[in-house]
């Protein structure tokens, strides 16, 4: 199992997923809700739906689900995955991950996935280099 807000789906996300996959016979990816990318990262872009659609559409990924907008752990205890893979930003402690997954029920084991080698293009920067070019000067109609 992996997990994502995967909002703007750029080489990074491809790389984590693909790292991820290599873990497992069957990689399946929890997209986060709308609620939960907005508590945790932003604003998103592209809506819940289509984040899923797009990640599913993705070679790596087996099966894209939503997550639980109220209990992260809810989506752990229905799929019951044997390794959870977290993104080497996410901000969640690989111990406690695995400790409140055995308390209910599921032994995992959680992987970190270290950074795609070309940071730059992760959507932070993509965003922002798109934002410093701005908007080309429009000429008046003659």
């Known amino acids: 199992m992996a997990t994502g807000v995967f909002d703007l789906l750029h080489p990074g996300h491809v790389y984590f997923l ?4 290599k873990l497992g016979d069957e990689l399946v990816v929890v997209v986060a809700r709308d609620k939960t990318a907005r508590r945790l990262k932003h604003e998103p872009y592209v809506p819940e739906h289509v984040r ?3 990640v599913e559409a993705l070679k790596p990924v087996d099966r ?3 997550g639980s907008s109220t209990d992260i752990y809810e989506t752990v205890v229905s799929e019951r995955p044997s390794i959870i893979a977290l993104g080497y930003n996410q901000i969640w402690n690989e ?3 695995e400790r409140e997954c055995g308390r209910r029920g599921v032994p995992v084991k959680v992987a970190r996935i270290g950074p795609f ?3 730059d293009l ?3 920067h993509l965003v922002e ?6 908007a080309p000067a429009r000429e008046a109609p003659p």
């Open 64 to 66: 894209a689900i939503l």
């Open 122 to 124: 992760a959507s932070r």
């Open 18 to 21: 693909s790292e991820a996959r």
């Open 95 to 97: 111990t406690e991950v």
């Open 117 to 119: 080698p070309h940071d």
């Open 129 to 134: 280099r798109i934002l410093a070019r701005g």
């Open 52 to 54: 899923r659609e797009m």
